[in-house]
């Protein structure tokens, strides 16, 4: 008979303390997909709690808006009769502008909001405003499910090169979106006004986007000056999102290209998702450097 083998004692003493949630930042996010799930339904269930329509008003909505473009702006008080279905070029600059809007907004107001779960469970923080991007990105859904069926109507049909330049201006919107998220959210813990900053950033957004107006515009009134309007990463996901849809229903696609689009826009959009992913490693560093600080603060 072997008698069982005893392991010395460790000494604890020397092993230094950190918090349980240190070092886990968005990989930690990805480690705990299950809870991750949880917050997205809540906050989903949350919106359409106690509606008789519920999940149905994701669907009115958009198509609710588009209406009011196509038939109002474009219709009846005839705005920029020099843009072909001025209603299809702004509702496709709409739905991503409205990704970035929802995700920065929510995503900044996420920590604070759930003060009571950060405080309670350890957890890697980061995902809250992760969550905030994915209840956005759900919503991108129906708006872009009505603005398909509104292109289809005018003898749209998506080609590869379409496709690619949707999924670069999602793309590129989800991760500057995050981004902002991230970096606005740890600091809106020690500083309340960037919650309000936030919200007057966001009516500046549409201003500063070929939406409203052609780039065409931009061009002809700047010239060579306007690729520094291209600096802009949210412009270029506009004018991907144009290409991919708006273009396709026009007379002409390639005359549309060549007189409101700049040139290589899916060079320009793969530059931008490059920079945002940089621009996200930046956020989830100085996010870690804040994040101990975060539950004392709350």
């Given at each position: 008979?072997t008698?069982?083998?005893?392991?010395p004692e460790?000494?604890?003493?020397?092993?230094?303390?950190a918090?349980?949630?240190?070092?886990?930042?968005?990989?930690?996010?990805?480690?705990?997909?299950?809870?991750?799930?949880?917050?997205?339904?809540?906050?989903i269930?949350a919106?359409?709690?106690?509606?008789?329509?519920?999940?149905l008003?994701s669907?009115?909505n958009?198509?609710?808006?588009?209406?009011?473009?196509?038939?109002?702006?474009s219709?009846?008080?005839?705005?920029?009769?020099?843009v072909?279905?001025?209603?299809?070029?702004?509702f496709a600059?709409?739905?991503?502008?409205?990704?970035?809007?929802?995700?920065?907004g929510?995503?900044?107001?996420?920590?604070?909001?759930?003060?009571?779960?950060?405080?309670?469970?350890?957890m890697?923080?980061?995902?809250?405003?992760?969550?905030?991007?994915l209840?956005?990105l759900?919503?991108v859904?129906?708006?872009?499910?009505?603005?398909?069926?509104?292109?289809?109507?005018?003898g749209?049909?998506?080609?590869?090169?379409?496709?690619?330049?949707?999924?670069?201006?999602?793309l590129?919107?989800?991760?500057?979106?995050?981004?902002?998220?991230?970096?606005?959210?740890?600091?809106?813990?020690?500083?309340?006004?960037?919650?309000n900053v936030?919200?007057?950033?966001?009516?500046?957004?549409?201003?500063?986007?070929p939406?409203?107006?052609?780039?065409?515009?931009?061009?002809?009134?700047?010239?060579?000056?306007?690729?520094?309007?291209?600096?802009?990463?949210?412009?270029?996901?506009?004018?991907?999102?144009?290409?991919?849809?708006?273009?396709?229903?026009?007379?002409?696609?390639?005359h549309?290209?060549?007189?409101?689009?700049?040139?290589?826009?899916?060079?320009?959009?793969?530059?931008?998702?490059?920079?945002?992913?940089?621009?996200?490693?930046?956020?989830?560093?100085?996010?870690?450097?804040?994040?101990?600080?975060?539950?004392?603060?709350?």
């Open positions: 008979m008698l069982p083998v005893i392991e460790r000494d604890l003493g020397d092993v230094p303390l918090p349980p949630t240190a070092g886990n930042g968005l990989l930690g996010v990805l480690e705990r997909r299950y809870l991750l799930r949880l917050l997205v339904r809540r906050e269930s919106r359409y709690q106690g509606s008789f329509l519920g999940l008003w669907y009115v958009p198509l609710t808006q588009f209406l009011i473009y196509w038939g109002l702006m219709g009846l008080l005839q705005l920029h009769k020099q072909q279905n001025f209603g299809i070029h702004i600059g709409m739905v991503v502008v409205h990704f970035f809007i929802e995700t920065f929510a995503g900044t107001r996420s920590i604070v909001r759930n003060r009571s779960i950060v405080k309670k469970m350890a890697p923080r980061e995902m809250f405003p992760v969550a905030t991007m209840v956005s759900y919503h859904v129906p708006q872009v499910i009505v603005l398909t069926i509104a292109c289809l109507f005018y749209w049909w998506p080609t590869p090169i379409d496709l690619v330049a949707f999924i670069l201006a999602v590129l919107i989800g991760i500057l979106g995050l981004a902002s998220a991230l970096m606005f959210s740890a600091a809106n813990v020690f500083f309340r006004d960037f919650g936030v919200t007057v950033l966001n009516h500046l957004v549409r201003f500063g986007v939406m409203i107006y052609p780039f065409a515009i931009v061009q002809e009134r700047f010239g060579e000056a306007a690729q520094f309007y291209l600096l802009n990463p949210l412009a270029v996901a506009v004018l991907l999102m144009q290409r991919a849809f708006w273009v396709g229903t026009t007379p002409d696609p390639a549309t290209m060549a007189t409101d689009l700049p040139d290589h826009i899916m060079v320009l959009g793969v530059a931008m998702v490059a920079f945002s992913v940089v621009l996200l490693l930046v956020s989830q560093l100085i996010f870690s450097r804040l994040e101990n600080k975060i539950p004392e603060r709350l």
